[in-house]
C-alpha cells in the first residue's frame, strides 16, 4: 500500500495492518491522533512536555507489546493507553490516586469569560453558570462530555475509555446534561454551545 492511500484508510484497518506487522500504519494513526491526545492527556497533568513523553511511551509499548488484537475503537484504544502510562508516571509521587476526581476541569477565569462573550452579555451570564456547575459534575462525568461534545467520540468509543457499557455512558451523559440543566435553568442546545465554544478556548 503506497503512502497516499493510508489517508483514505479508517483506523481498524490501520490498527489490523499494524498488528500485520506495517509500521507505517501505526505512524498514520501516531500523527492523527497526536494532537487529540497531547489534549486529552494534559486534562490529567498540564506539563505538556510530560505528556509528550508519556505519549511516546505509550507508542512504544504498544510497538513492543505481544499482547495486541484487532479492535474497532482505535481512539478508545490510544486514550486508556495514555491515560494508564500517565497514571503510571504519576504514581511514584502519590499524585495518581485523585487522577480521577480531579481531572477535565475548566480552567477558565472570569476575564477569560468576558473577553469570549464580550457581545453577548447573556451568554456571559450563562457562562458563568456553566463553569460553576461543570465545576460540581464527578470527573467521569466532565470527561464524558468532554469526549462526547468537544472530540466527537460516540458513545461505544466513550463506554471503552470509561471500561462501562456503551447504554451506561449515554446514562452518564444525560445525567451529567441534567445536573447542567437544573443548575443553569437553560436547555441543552445552549449549554452545548457553551461548552463548545470555551472548549476551543482552554480544551
Known amino acids: 500500500m503506497s503512502g497516499t492511500l493510508y489517508e483514505n484508510v479508517s483506523d ?14 501505526l505512524s498514520v494513526l501516531y ?8 489534549n486529552f492527556g494534559m486534562k490529567y497533568c498540564p506539563e505538556k512536555e510530560f505528556v509528550k513523553d508519556c505519549i511516546q511511551d505509550t507508542f512504544v509499548k504498544i510497538c513492543s507489546s505481544n499482547r495486541l488484537s ?7 484504544y490510544l486514550l486508556t493507553a495514555l491515560k494508564n502510562t500517565i497514571s503510571d508516571k504519576l504514581s511514584g509521587s502519590g499524585l495518581a490516586d485523585d487522577l480521577d476526581e480531579h481531572f477535565f476541569e475548566m480552567y477558565i477565569d472570569d476575564s477569560g469569560l468576558q473577553e469570549l462573550f464580550r457581545e ?8 458563568r ?28 468509543e466513550i463506554s471503552a475509555v470509561l471500561n462501562i457499557h456503551s447504554q451506561s455512558s449515554m446514562n ?11 443548575r443553569m435553568m437553560c436547555g ?16
Open 120 to 127: 453577548d452579555d447573556e451568554a456571559l451570564r450563562l457562562s
Open 129 to 156: 453558570r456553566l463553569v460553576e456547575a461543570y465545576g460540581s459534575l464527578r470527573g467521569n462525568q466532565r470527561m464524558a462530555l468532554y469526549l462526547r461534545y468537544v472530540r466527537g467520540l460516540s458513545y461505544k
Open 70 to 76: 484487532s479492535t474497532a475503537y482505535v481512539r478508545s
Open 12 to 25: 481498524s484497518t490501520l490498527w489490523d495492518l499494524f498488528l500485520k506487522g506495517d509500521m507505517t500504519a
Open 31 to 38: 500523527k492523527e491522533h497526536y494532537n487529540l491526545l497531547v
Open 172 to 182: 452518564l451523559v444525560s445525567r451529567a446534561l441534567a445536573s447542567l440543566r437544573s
Open 188 to 203: 441543552t442546545p445552549m449549554i452545548i454551545s457553551l461548552l463548545t465554544a470555551i472548549a476551543q478556548e482552554q480544551f
